[in-house]
């Protein structure tokens, strides 16, 4: 059973950092590209950022440009999201989704439950 | 950056046949794809490659795309299937992205 598990949202400062994480299991991580993507309270879903099966191509929303990293350790099945520089906008619940593969497209097949960051002083 | 417009919301009563509808320039040309999502919960997608459905998704689910508009249609609605919609396509044509509609609310009166 293919299973996604965040962690490390919480409460951070404007200005402050965070890192999430997001165990796989069920599945051959390293096959798959893998994502986040972000909800705001009452809000619709914003992609935040992609990575390619072995690292080598990443991509963000312009808005999380220069300030979140994306990566992913395939030895212990992890994708990570390094986030800096928090704004207040970047309030939301985070979710890691993994894309179906075997095409032309981002298909978002398995998500995780989610993993809330509050950003406030 | 490529923009994908939904409407907020679409209503009617059970066993009715609802249409969502996602709207984009040249849409037809993407491949389009739909999740579900209940209160509470994570997306789920329902509809895939404009037409394809995931197993375990009903075949009253279907979706079809055609010049600058792409359709979630659910036949014989049912109380279970109201939740928000989102359809989602990946934009290569500035940068590759990822991009999302505004989302439906599906309510079943």
């Known amino acids: 059973e293919v299973q996604l598990v965040e962690s490390g949202g919480g409460l951070v400062q404007p200005g402050g950092s965070l890192r999430l994480s997001c165990a796989a299991s069920?599945?051959?991580?390293?096959?798959?590209?893998m994502n986040w993507v972000r909800q705001a309270p009452g809000k619709g879903l914003e992609w935040v950022a992609s990575?390619?099966?072995?690292?080598?191509?990443?991509y963000y929303v312009a808005s999380v440009w220069g300030r979140f990293t994306i990566s992913r350790d395939n030895a212990k099945n992890s994708l990570f999201l390094q986030m800096n520089n928090l704004k207040v906008d970047d309030a939301a619940v985070y979710f890691c989704?993994?894309?179906?593969?075997?095409?032309?497209?981002?298909?978002?097949?398995?998500w995780g439950q989610g993993t809330l960051v509050t950003v406030s002083s | 950056s490529y923009v994908l417009t939904q409407p907020p919301s679409v209503s009617l009563a059970p066993g009715k046949t609802a249409r969502i509808t996602c709207g984009g320039y040249?849409?037809?040309?993407?491949?389009v794809h739909w999740y579900q999502q209940k209160p509470g919960q994570a997306p789920m997608l329902v509809i895939f490659?404009?037409?394809a459905r995931p197993s375990g998704i009903p075949e009253r689910f279907s979706g079809s795309t055609s010049g600058n508009t792409a359709t979630l249609t659910i036949s014989r609605v049912e109380a279970g299937d109201e939740a928000d919609y989102y359809c989602?396509?990946?934009?290569?044509?500035?940068?590759?992205?990822?991009?999302f509609g505004g989302g439906t609310k599906l309510t079943v009166l």
């Open positions: 490659y404009d037409s």
């Open positions: 989602q396509v990946w934009d290569k044509t500035e940068s590759d992205h990822v991009v």
């Open positions: 989704a993994r894309d179906r593969g075997s095409g032309s497209s981002i298909v978002l097949d398995y």
């Open positions: 040249n849409i037809g040309r993407k491949s």
């Open positions: 990575i390619k099966q072995d690292g080598s191509e990443k």
């Open positions: 069920g599945f051959t991580f390293s096959n798959y590209w």
